[in-house]
């Protein structure tokens, strides 16, 4: 017969094998969901340097020969105007953007976050409202303001908009990381005789970086694919952004050489994975405040001085001495 101990060993022995059995599978579905996902993104990449005759002859995902005459070709694109043309536009276009709506955003948030005003809740209500407003109801509205205006074929309809923080959800994420910020830190920085911006400038603002990434990052995403806005509101050729000269290369011709077209796609992606892969690397701190008390007397509470100190920022306030406290916030 077998001990206890014996069992006992068996019975780990089971758990450990039950343990890694799950752990395997559990990463067999995770890669073949991931295969699944990366398989257009392969075919695309793979359909660039392929003839029309392979694209729709042949389900073989890897090409019969790998030349770059797709991404040349593409590259001078149908018109007058090459693919370098459509990038800078395209730069040109979700760069300020991106800034102006990081800038404003946070500017509005801080307000709503840190000061109290007349009517603060009724207009945070409304704010959060106008999320739920779809593009396709305002878009009307939005191009014959624009367009008494003088502002339709060109960028304005982005940069202005960004600029008067009209993006609700991404002052909405910068309220509540700033709510996530101790108020101790303004009041510290206020004795030390910070003013109200500058406290903004040189306390928050550094804390906010990850918020203030997140949002910009997401912002140059929906402004760099955005088709529907640039089509509505930019009308000549050598205005066009990226997104509309993909489109243009499939309608230019009345045969479409889709290899090209799938070049240009990739080269149009690249942008975003750089980005990812910036993203992917080491991360952004996030909020780490240290607040030093110092006691000038000894005791435990009279004449306290608060010292203040950032990553990387060193302090500010009292300096250290007998009786020095650092708190972790």
């Not at 779809?134 to 624009?146: C, G, T, W």
């Not at 306390?203 to 929906?222: D, H, R, T, V, Y």
């Not at 050729?237 to 796609?265: F, N, P, Q």
């Not at 007397?297 to 300096?319: H, M, V, Y």
Request: net charge positive; glycine share 6%; with cysteine.
């Amino acid at each position: 017969m077998a001990t206890k101990a014996e069992k006992g060993r068996v019975s780990i022995m089971t758990k450990q094998q039950k343990k890694t059995l799950n752990l395997v599978l559990t990463y067999l579905v995770i890669i073949l969901i991931g295969c699944v996902l990366l398989f257009p993104i392969a075919w695309m990449i793979s359909a660039a340097f392929k003839t029309n005759d392979e694209i729709f002859g042949s389900i073989a995902l890897m090409p019969k020969s790998f030349s770059f005459q797709n991404f040349i070709d593409g590259w001078k694109s149908a018109g007058i105007y090459t693919y370098a043309t459509y990038f800078i536009n395209s730069f040109i276009m979700v760069i300020p953007t991106t800034l102006l709506t990081i800038a404003s955003s946070a500017l509005v948030a801080y307000g709503f976050a840190r000061f109290n005003f007349p009517f603060k809740k009724q207009l945070f209500a409304i704010l959060i409202a106008t999320l739920m407003l779809p593009n396709s109801v305002i878009i009307i509205p939005r191009y014959v303001l624009f367009n008494k205006f003088g502002w339709v074929d060109s960028y304005m309809p982005f940069w202005v908009p960004a600029l008067l923080a009209c993006y609700p959800f991404f002052i909405y994420q910068l309220i509540q990381f700033m709510r996530g910020i101790p108020r101790d830190l303004d009041e510290s920085a206020c004795i030390d005789g910070c003013g109200t911006f500058r406290i903004f400038w040189q306390i928050l603002l550094p804390l906010m970086k990850p918020a203030l990434f997140s949002a910009g990052l997401f912002q140059f995403l929906w402004t760099y694919n955005d088709y529907f806005n640039s089509l509505i509101f930019i009308n000549s050729v050598k205005k066009y952004t990226i997104s509309l000269a993909l489109r243009l290369s499939v309608d230019a011709e009345s045969v479409v050489v889709w290899g090209r077209v799938m070049a240009m796609a990739c080269v149009a992606v690249l942008p975003l994975v750089l980005l990812f892969l910036t993203r992917c690397g080491p991360a952004l701190p996030g909020p780490h405040f240290l607040l030093r008390y110092h006691n000038e007397t000894g005791s435990e509470f009279p004449n306290i001085k608060r010292q203040l100190c950032l990553p990387d920022r060193g302090c500010l306030g009292a300096g250290a001495g007998n009786g020095l406290h650092t708190v972790r916030l």
